[in-house]
């Protein structure tokens, strides 16, 4: 049951937030108390999880459309929980600063964003395919609408580039569900076989390579990420991608051991290409968001890197690595979002810099975060990549090699990143009228970091209770 | 008394987190009260653990304690571990007591700077960040401590915000050390391949012996100590960091951080004696390091590079005592120079602040005369530092310098070098005290010098620097190797020596360092003292430091910008499809039609993805 309320408490609000005769302001704060509700609601269900357990927990099914044997299912795995948890933390932190900046057509706004919350959860809990495939669509059709009515002046084109690849990536992932769907007889991903069939496997793993997203088909991120307003983009980077990840975990590679081993080196490659790629240009981009989006794209490589390292280091320290980042992501996206209000810029370094001082909780957030995403040891973000580079090790020294060099890169462009808006000389956007960040502010960012450091202290929490179940498809995770 | 060393470790964090929390809640000279009475605390804390460890039998002195697991994937666990033994209480007594005297230092040096508790808070920082990287029971939780140094190190160096140099030099120190941080990795990677584990005992007892992997992890290893201590061929950021204001450059870039390097060879001796070759590589780096170091020292100007070059060049010594195996009198040489060296800084550091910030050797010449208590304990700071006896340097660089004869052909070079190291460290050392601190008072000195109530500086100041005076001249005492060796039978059980020279050898070697070193004083002092020779001309390759710099740029980061630049012009803006231009653009190449490709912006980023896909396709088919 409370796998289900975490899907229908959310829409149940949006439905209401869509019928509540409130002002923008109170629909504002129904909202933000609904997505809190959500995350009381979560950790009741981590409280009663049994992390001992590796097996499906806290499942419902009921029959849907009987012929077809589509069924409504969802439960949770032990890594599924995680996925949830980031999604509902970063979701409300997202949801809280739309309240916070005063979005106008407050109605469809907030009912939008909590429509998504639902979508999302429902694609990282859903146990049948097509249910899956529901949900990764209907995750889809808000965003469309989040960038191209809320996004900034260019949106019409970022919303275009982003149907265009989406439409691609769902085309190719419905049709491969419906023919596996067929061959097995059922859509339940828990009684589904495996199979060898390389042409499903490619299907996902384009469709899912899109969303994650992954060098060559991450085009649609630029113009994505710059257009959407803060909050989205923090909602892409940090949650939305990471179901393409979730579906590589979930779906790819436990239904397709064999053409897992056989593209196991190309997908390797396509992964340590994202990480140093997007390194590299974040290193060069010129903008805030232009790095952090650059870096979600080099960690969404190391993350894939985890995954086919095919052993429970790479695959636990893959888990602990994606909650990470959703939390940094969407931390870095607000920060950016805080950034570009105060000085009336785009986030451009040239017209940035010096906001250090008279500004200490602006610095000392920004600092830590940053921190925090540049994998300096002892962070949580550290400890996954030290996991997955250990696991992918062992498929060949190369990968960490190519893994150790991308932890020197990181700390080149983050580093650049943070002494182009804090340090130096005072930049000409930045007025003595850009203040420090307010205490509503610092009610949305401090939570996130609270997390990061948390996990900081105790990353096991996650690495620890995340390993995937040892029962047929997903032999290749076990210790 | 199990808990004394979470206190030490614990405590530090504590008054971090204190300062940052309290924030302006607290006036500004409160918070260096709070950093120095917590790091006094930890000090106090490895005192009581310390004489709990004295009173236990030799073999029972190590101590292990686990407070919860911090990380694990499938079948591997790697907990937060404190290893408290004999080798990392020497390490913990050091670097509180050290730091505990710095930063009540900096109570007078920084009074006034209008971010004063940001400054106390990240030494905070850098103080629980050491102790985690020689407390830790794990090699995890060494390299988590030694990402975390190398972080208050960043933050630290970066400590003067608006000043673009401070900022570089600040990204640079990181940048190099992240480098060490990964090859550290990168052996850690190999360890977990193949021994499953990463504690100490268990990796000593497993990790293989002689072959390719065991030179891989010792090299990996290696390349964290060179990047953390400053040495060849990492060694760059080291005399940028002084930037930083003059305490940190005493306790990161002096006493403490640069020398962990050290404690790791001597920590993880029997991964280095498996592989005997990069042992000898080691030390030959730290030869070589402590030549070029010497070398460059004699043409700098600024105080604080003079002593930061001499740094590089002491912790060479280090590195070739612990790479020839003579654990215990690197570790002793560690300690001596801690005392010293913080003693030369913090001494420079009452000049500095007297003469209102000036650096340049040039500038203060002469100001010995206007402030005589500093004058006299740089004096005997450089005659520790040259290894004169009875001061504490020449204990323990001498018997360094002999366990090379212990070693072939390879060794005597070693050895050679060794001793025309402390020539130069006279010269140089005894260049800057006579350059500086005799001799008439130049006239920016006379003009600029003020008194600190009467006094050369704050009281906070004065009271520090004599006990690291005082510890300069006696600190050598507790080992003297052809007689007494108080330390190496404390340290044995931990990290045996494997050099043993003979009594005669070191009383050689000990007499020839000090006329070697008295040598290279009496040539400064022709020069610099009674100027009775002309100064010799520079040579440009010194003054260019080896053209290091130049090289990293070129290899590094030059490189790096290019192939960015180059990936964004040839691949992600034309064929990604990240600006609309550029898609536009390739459309009308072939059509000059660009009409066409404006109007069909759906068609254009359905050619862009298309073109994603038809790469990946042919990857895919290639690549199989």
Same mark, same amino acid.
């Given at each position: 049951?409370?796998?289900?309320?975490?899907?229908?408490?959310?829409?149940?609000?949006?439905?209401?937030?869509?019928?509540?005769?409130? &002002?923008?302001?109170?629909?504002?704060?129904?909202?933000?108390?609904?997505?809190?509700?959500?995350?009381?609601?979560?950790?009741?269900?981590?409280?009663?999880?049994?992390?001992? &357990?590796?097996?499906?927990?806290?499942?419902?099914?009921?029959?849907?459309?009987?012929?077809?044997?589509?069924?409504?299912? +969802?439960?949770?795995?032990?890594?599924?929980?995680?996925?949830?948890?980031?999604?509902?933390?970063?979701?409300?932190?997202?949801?809280?600063?739309?309240?916070?900046?005063?979005?106008?057509?407050?109605?469809?706004?907030?009912?939008?964003?909590?429509?998504?919350?639902?979508?999302?959860?429902?694609?990282? +809990?859903?146990?049948?395919?097509?249910?899956?495939?529901?949900?990764?669509?209907?995750?889809?059709?808000?965003?469309?609408?989040?960038?191209?009515?809320?996004?900034?002046?260019?949106?019409?084109?970022?919303?275009?580039?982003?149907?265009?690849?989406?439409?691609?990536?769902?085309?190719?992932?419905?049709?491969?569900?419906?023919?596996?769907?067929?061959?097995?007889?059922?859509?339940?991903?828990?009684?589904?076989?495996?199979?060898?069939?390389?042409?499903?496997?490619?299907?996902?793993?384009?469709?899912?390579?899109?969303? *994650?997203?992954?060098?060559?088909? =991450?085009?649609?991120?630029?113009?994505?990420?710059?257009? &959407?307003?803060?909050?989205?983009?923090?909602?892409?980077?940090?949650?939305?991608?990471?179901?393409?990840?979730?579906?590589? #975990?979930?779906?790819?590679?436990?239904?397709?051991?064999?053409?897992?081993?056989?593209?196991?080196?190309?997908?390797?490659?396509?992964?340590s290409v994202s990480l140093v790629y997007g390194s590299l240009l974040a290193f060069r981009a010129p903008d805030f968001r232009g790095v952090v989006?650059?870096?979600?794209?080099?960690?969404?490589?190391?993350?894939?890197?985890?995954?086919?390292?095919?052993? *429970?280091?790479?695959?636990?320290?893959?888990?602990?690595?994606?909650?990470? =980042?959703?939390?940094?992501?969407?931390?870095?996206?607000?920060?950016?979002?805080?950034?570009?209000?105060?000085?009336?810029?785009?986030?451009?370094?040239?017209?940035?810099?010096?906001?250090?001082?008279?500004?200490?909780?602006?610095?000392?957030?920004?600092?830590?975060?940053?921190?925090?995403? #540049?994998? +300096?040891?002892?962070?949580?973000?550290?400890?996954?990549?030290?996991?997955?580079?250990?696991?992918?090790?062992?498929?060949?020294?190369?990968?960490?090699?190519?893994?150790?060099?991308?932890?020197?890169?990181?700390?080149?462009?983050?580093?650049?990143?943070?002494?182009? +808006?804090?340090?130096?000389?005072?930049?000409?956007?930045?007025?003595?009228?850009?203040?420090?960040?307010?205490?509503?502010?610092?009610?949305?960012?401090?939570?996130?970091?609270?997390? #990061?450091?948390?996990?900081?202290?105790?990353?096991?929490?996650? &690495?620890?209770?995340?390993?995937?179940?040892?029962?047929?498809?997903?032999?290749?995770?076990?210790? | 008394?199990?808990?004394?060393?979470?206190?030490?470790?614990?405590?530090?964090?504590?008054?971090?987190?204190?300062?940052?929390?309290?924030?302006?809640?607290?006036? !500004?000279?409160?918070?260096?009260?709070?950093?120095?009475?917590?790091?006094?605390?930890?000090?106090?804390?490895?005192?009581?653990?310390?004489?709990?460890?004295?009173?236990?039998?030799?073999?029972?002195?190590?101590?292990?304690?686990?407070?919860?697991?911090?990380?694990?994937?499938?079948?591997?666990?790697?907990?937060?571990?404190?290893?408290?033994?004999?080798?990392?209480?020497?390490?913990?007594?050091?670097?509180?007591?050290?730091?505990?005297?710095?930063?009540?230092?900096?109570?007078?040096?920084?009074?006034?700077?209008?971010?004063?508790?940001?400054?106390?808070?990240?030494?905070?920082?850098?103080?629980?960040?050491?102790?985690?990287?020689?407390?830790?029971?794990?090699?995890?939780?060494?390299?988590?401590?030694?990402?975390?140094?190398?972080?208050?190190?960043?933050?630290?160096?970066?400590?003067?915000?608006?000043?673009? @140099?401070?900022?570089?030099?600040?990204? %640079?120190?990181?940048?190099?050390?992240?480098?060490?941080?990964?090859?550290?990795?990168?052996?850690?990677?190999?360890?977990?391949?193949?021994?499953?584990? /990463?504690?100490?005992?268990?990796?000593?007892?497993?990790?293989?012996?002689?072959?390719?992997?065991?030179? /891989?992890?010792?090299?990996?290893?290696?390349?964290?100590?060179?990047?953390?201590?400053?040495?060849?061929?990492?060694?760059?950021?080291?005399?940028?960091?002084?930037?930083?204001?003059?305490?940190?450059?005493?306790?990161?870039?002096?006493?403490?951080?640069?020398?962990?390097?050290?404690?790791?060879?001597?920590?993880?001796?029997?991964?280095?004696?498996?592989?005997?070759?990069?042992?000898?590589?080691a030390a030959g780096l730290g030869a070589a390091t402590l030549l070029m170091a010497g070398l460059i020292a004699l043409v700098q100007t600024d105080?604080?590079?003079?002593?930061?070059?001499?740094?590089?060049?002491?912790?060479?010594?280090?590195?070739?005592?612990?790479?020839?195996?003579?654990?215990?009198?690197?570790?002793?040489?560690?300690?001596?120079?801690?005392?010293?060296?913080?003693?030369?800084?913090?001494?420079?550091?009452?000049?500095?602040?007297?003469?209102?910030?000036?650096?340049?050797? !040039? %500038?203060?010449?002469?100001?010995?005369?206007?402030?005589?208590?500093?004058?006299?304990?740089?004096?005997?700071?450089?005659?520790?530092?040259?290894?004169?006896?009875?001061?504490?340097?020449?204990?323990? %660089?001498?018997?360094?310098? @002999?366990?090379?004869?212990?070693?072939?052909?390879?060794?005597?070079?070693?050895?050679?070098?060794?001793?025309?190291?402390?020539?130069?460290?006279?010269?140089?050392?005894?260049?800057?005290?006579?350059?500086?601190?005799?001799?008439?008072?130049?006239?920016?000195?006379?003009?600029?010098?003020?008194?600190?109530?009467?006094?050369?500086?704050?009281?906070?100041? !004065?009271?520090?620097?004599?006990?690291?005076?005082?510890?300069?001249?006696?600190?050598?005492?507790?080992?003297?190797?052809?007689?007494?060796?108080?330390?190496?039978?404390?340290?044995?059980?931990?990290?045996?020596?494997?050099?043993?020279?003979?009594?005669?050898?070191?009383?050689?070697?000990?007499?020839?360092?000090?006329?070697?070193?008295?040598?290279?004083?009496?040539?400064?002092?022709?020069?610099?003292?009674?100027?009775?020779?002309?100064?010799? !001309?520079?040579?440009?390759?010194?003054?260019?430091?080896?053209?290091?710099?130049?090289?990293?740029?070129?290899?590094?980061?030059?490189? @790096?910008?290019?192939?960015?630049?180059?990936?964004?012009?040839?691949?992600?803006?034309?064929?990604?499809?990240?600006?609309?231009?550029?898609?536009?653009?390739?459309?009308?190449?072939?059509?000059?039609?660009?009409?066409?490709?404006?109007?069909? /912006?759906?068609?254009?980023?359905?050619?862009?993805?298309?073109?994603g896909l038809a790469v990946l396709a042919v990857v895919f088919l290639a690549v199989r």
């Open positions: 049951m409370l796998t289900t309320a975490l899907i229908a408490i959310p829409v149940a609000g949006a439905l209401l937030i869509a019928i509540a005769p409130l &002002s923008s302001y109170w629909l504002g704060s129904l909202a933000a108390l609904i997505s809190l509700v959500e995350i009381g609601v979560w950790i009741t269900t981590a409280a009663r999880f049994d992390f001992s &357990s590796s097996s499906l927990q806290m499942d419902q099914r009921a029959s849907w459309f009987s012929d077809l044997q589509v069924s409504w299912h +969802v439960g949770q795995y032990r890594f599924s929980l995680w996925f949830v948890g980031m999604t509902v933390v970063a979701m409300a932190a997202c949801t809280i600063y739309g309240w916070w900046a005063g979005r106008d057509r407050a109605r469809a706004y907030f009912a939008l964003m909590l429509l998504l919350t639902g979508a999302i959860v429902g694609v990282f +809990v859903a146990q049948d395919l097509l249910l899956f495939y529901a949900f990764f669509e209907a995750m889809l059709i808000p965003l469309y609408v989040l960038i191209g009515v809320w996004g900034g002046s260019d949106r019409m084109r970022a919303t275009i580039t982003f149907v265009v690849y989406t439409v691609v990536g769902s085309l190719l992932m419905l049709a491969a569900i419906v023919v596996f769907g067929l061959q097995q007889g059922t859509f339940d991903m828990t009684r589904m076989g495996t199979s060898s069939s390389q042409w499903l496997f490619l299907g996902f793993v384009v469709a899912f390579a899109i969303k *994650s997203p992954l060098f060559p088909l =991450h085009g649609w991120l630029p113009v994505t990420y710059r257009e &959407s307003s803060a909050e989205v983009s923090a909602v892409l980077s940090g949650i939305v991608g990471k179901a393409g990840l979730y579906g590589l #975990l979930r779906i790819a590679i436990p239904f397709f051991p064999q053409p897992v081993h056989d593209w196991r080196i190309v997908m390797l490659i396509l992964g989006m650059y870096s979600s794209l080099a960690q969404s490589g190391l993350i894939v890197l985890g995954l086919f390292a095919s052993n *429970s280091l790479g695959f636990d320290g893959a888990v602990l690595q994606i909650v990470n =980042h959703a939390l940094v992501s969407t931390a870095l996206f607000l920060l950016a979002g805080m950034i570009e209000r105060r000085t009336g810029t785009r986030g451009e370094f040239s017209l940035l810099g010096g906001m250090a001082r008279g500004r200490p909780a602006l610095a000392t957030m920004i600092m830590t975060v940053g921190i925090i995403s #540049l994998a +300096v040891p002892l962070s949580t973000t550290f400890a996954g990549e030290f996991l997955i580079l250990a696991g992918v090790f062992q498929q060949g020294w190369l990968w960490a090699v190519i893994g150790g060099a991308s932890m020197v890169l990181a700390a080149m462009y983050m580093l650049r990143a943070i002494s182009a +808006v804090l340090h130096q000389d005072v930049g000409p956007a930045v007025s003595e009228n850009a203040l420090d960040l307010r205490v509503g502010e610092l009610a949305i960012v401090v939570p996130l970091v609270v997390c #990061l450091v948390g996990l900081s202290a105790w990353p096991n929490l996650v &690495s620890g209770r995340a390993s995937a179940p040892t029962s047929s498809g997903w032999t290749q995770y076990a210790p | 008394m199990a808990a004394a060393p979470w206190i030490c470790l614990l405590l530090p964090l504590a008054s971090a987190v204190a300062i940052t929390a309290a924030g302006t809640a607290i006036p !500004r000279r409160v918070a260096g009260y709070i950093s120095t009475v917590t790091t006094m605390g930890a000090f106090a804390a490895a005192v009581v653990a310390f004489v709990d460890m004295a009173g236990k039998s030799a073999s029972h002195r190590s101590d292990a304690t686990t407070s919860w697991t911090w990380l694990s994937a499938g079948p591997y666990h790697f907990g937060l571990t404190l290893l408290t033994d004999q080798l990392s209480i020497v390490m913990m007594l050091i670097v509180t007591g050290v730091s505990s005297l710095i930063i009540a230092y900096s109570i007078g040096y920084m009074d006034g700077e209008d971010e004063e508790r940001r400054f106390f808070a990240y030494m905070s920082v850098f103080v629980f960040s050491m102790l985690l990287l020689v407390q830790g029971g794990n090699l995890l939780l060494l390299l988590a401590g030694w990402g975390m140094v190398g972080l208050s190190s960043y933050l630290l160096i970066g400590y003067y915000q608006e000043r673009e @140099s401070a900022i570089q030099a600040a990204k %640079k120190a990181f940048v190099m050390n992240a480098f060490g941080d990964a090859t550290m990795a990168l052996a850690l990677f190999l360890l977990i391949q193949h021994t499953g584990k /990463l504690d100490y005992a268990g990796v000593f007892a497993a990790s293989p012996h002689g072959g390719a992997v065991a030179n /891989l992890i010792a090299l990996g290893l290696l390349g964290g100590a060179l990047a953390k201590s400053a040495q060849i061929p990492l060694h760059t950021w080291l005399p940028d960091a002084m930037e930083g204001p003059t305490p940190v450059s005493a306790l990161i870039h002096a006493a403490t951080m640069v020398t962990a390097g050290v404690y790791l060879i001597a920590r993880c001796h029997p991964l280095f004696e498996n592989a005997y070759v990069i042992a000898d590589l105080i604080k590079r003079v002593i930061a070059y001499s740094t590089m060049s002491q912790i060479g010594y280090m590195f070739v005592g612990a790479g020839l195996g003579t654990y215990p009198n690197a570790m002793f040489h560690l300690m001596t120079h801690a005392f010293f060296k913080a003693l030369l800084f913090l001494a420079a550091g009452i000049a500095i602040h007297a003469v209102v910030g000036e650096q340049d050797i !040039r %500038k203060l010449a002469g100001v010995g005369k206007l402030m005589p208590f500093t004058k006299w304990v740089f004096l005997v700071g450089s005659l520790a530092l040259v290894g004169i006896f009875p001061f504490a340097g020449f204990f323990s %660089k001498d018997a360094i310098i @002999s366990a090379a004869l212990d070693r072939g052909w390879y060794g005597d070079v070693i050895y050679v070098a060794c001793l025309a190291g402390a020539f130069l460290t006279g010269v140089y050392a005894f260049r800057l005290f006579f350059i500086v601190f005799t001799g008439e008072p130049s006239a920016f000195a006379r003009e600029h010098f003020h008194a600190h109530h009467g006094q050369e500086g704050p009281i906070s100041m !004065r009271w520090t620097v004599g006990v690291l005076g005082a510890l300069s001249v006696v600190g050598g005492l507790i080992q003297f190797a052809p007689v007494w060796h108080l330390l190496s039978t404390w340290l044995a059980p931990v990290a045996a020596p494997i050099a043993e020279p003979t009594n005669t050898q070191e009383w050689i070697t000990s007499g020839l360092a000090i006329l070697i070193g008295l040598a290279g004083i009496g040539v400064a002092w022709a020069i610099y003292g009674a100027k009775r020779v002309r100064v010799p !001309r520079s040579l440009t390759l010194f003054e260019k430091k080896f053209y290091w710099d130049e090289l990293y740029d070129l290899l590094w980061y030059r490189t @790096s910008d290019l192939v960015a630049r180059g990936l964004y012009a040839l691949v992600e803006a034309p064929l990604i499809g990240g600006s609309i231009t550029a898609v536009t653009g390739v459309v009308g190449l072939g059509s000059r039609e660009l009409s066409v490709a404006q109007n069909g /912006l759906v068609r254009s980023y359905a050619l862009a993805l298309a073109g």
